[in-house]
């Protein structure tokens, strides 16, 4: 809310200008009438009566000022010509001054009015008040203009001197103060505006918000944007002001509490918005949830099915052990990547899910379509899937491929040694077999031998299974025999 507000302030600082000038016209034309219709000859104040001539040269501009529409240009006409006479005296001066600074208005002429009034003043024929009555207008003249310092301190010098300002004249100082990034100077004009303020809109809020924020006054922006919440509770500006302060102040927990309280009251209807408050809930570890908004809003249209979208919602399935529901997902997603990540994301959420065999068809999509950070775990991951499916000899192939990288060398290189030394195992436990099985044939051909044919049971002849056996070994034992013999020879 609060780093690119600066721009809103300063445009609403400036219509301030342009809201209070009007009044301006108003107390510059506040001439007593009836000084102006004084006869010369009716003087109660010495020096300040106007002559015949200059009054009637007032009143006919005064009347052209005042007509339906206003006649500000030949008002001007009339006023120009009393001034050209070096006859008069400074206090008819000032009043004509006064006079043309109002036709000057009236003609968008705010230089020229400006530099009229203040004309006015240095006569020395005005009464403090009626310098009072200039000077804020003249302060409020300047800010319209852009010229900032001059109409803070003009304002600030009328204060000063005995000058009671209001609200808006407050406001206009501290905008003016702000506009000069000069906000030590702005914050105790923009307090008082503040407290002046009823009712309390929401200019006056902003004003002092923004000033609170530039000084880092934290503590009392977020009492002020509390009690302006209260006012305005469906204003989702505010809300966002207020979570975006705790984020600034580190409490982004509370920050997230202020986002879920925004979305349970339909404030949140933005993608941006509502995948913010998502990943709110996956850095607070309650993937799930987040999850569950996310899957809603995207069914609703609320969110687009992008794919940084749709690996986001599979990000918080997978985050919260939701597999089964992240797989539809992450095939959707993988369809539409560009490389084979997320078909290896899928892989891995069908090996979680123990469907070894959609793993591998998944792992082998990844290594096609490519762009893979480590293509090297792929293939060990490929292995991992047809050991799981009993195919150790498929997988030691598998393993193999992944001594190829560097990132996977030291995995796979375990893995074949685990694998070599279970074929290693299985040998000798085949060996232990046949030998026992060999020497139950041998005790067989003992017997038989000793024995000859007998009808006891268990003492039969020799099975056949055995023949074969002994047949084997003695075939064997031939064969090293004569080896043997060739070796000596």
Known sequence: MFGNSKLGIKSRIRQYGTMLIAASAVIA????????????????????????KVGEGILAAQELIQAEPPQYRPALSELNKVLASEKLTPYERAVSLQMRGSAKYGLSDVRGTIADWEAAIRTGALTPAEIGNLQPNIGQLWISEEEYRKGATTLENWIRSGGKPNTQIHMMTAGAWA?????????????????????????HFGLLNYVYNYLKMYSKQATLLEQQVSIWPDDKTIWRGIASLKAQADKSKEAFEINKIMYLNGMLTSEPEILSLTQYYSYYEVPYRGAVILEREMNAGRVSKSQKNLTLLSDMWRQSREYEKAIPVLTQAAGIASNGQLFEQLGEAYFAEARHGEAETAFRQALNKGGLKKPGNVHV?????????????AALAEFKKGLSYSHSRRTAD????????????????????????????????????????????????????????????????????????????
């Open 29 to 52: 034309m506040s001439v007593p009438a009836d000084a102006q219709r004084r006869n010369k000859d009716e003087q109660t104040v010495e020096g300040r009566v106007l002559s015949a």
């Open 179 to 203: 506009q000069l990034d000069e906000f030590r100077k702005a914050l105790p004009h923009a307090e008082a505006g503040f407290r002046l303020a009823n009712p309390k809109e929401k200019k």
């Open 381 to 393: 991951l490929i292995a991992n899937s047809l050991v799981e499916q009993g195919k150790p000899r």
């Open 414 to 489: 375990g893995w074949i040694k685990f694998i070599n030394g279970g074929f290693e195992v299985e040998r000798r436990k085949l060996e232990f077999r046949a030998a026992v099985k060999l020497d139950e044939c041998k005790n067989q051909e003992d017997r038989v031998r000793r024995m000859g044919d007998t009808r006891i049971e268990g003492m039969e002849a020799i099975s056949a299974e055995c023949v074969t056996i002994l047949a084997a070994d003695a075939e064997k034992t031939r064969a090293k025999r004569s080896a043997a013999r060739a070796s000596a020879t």
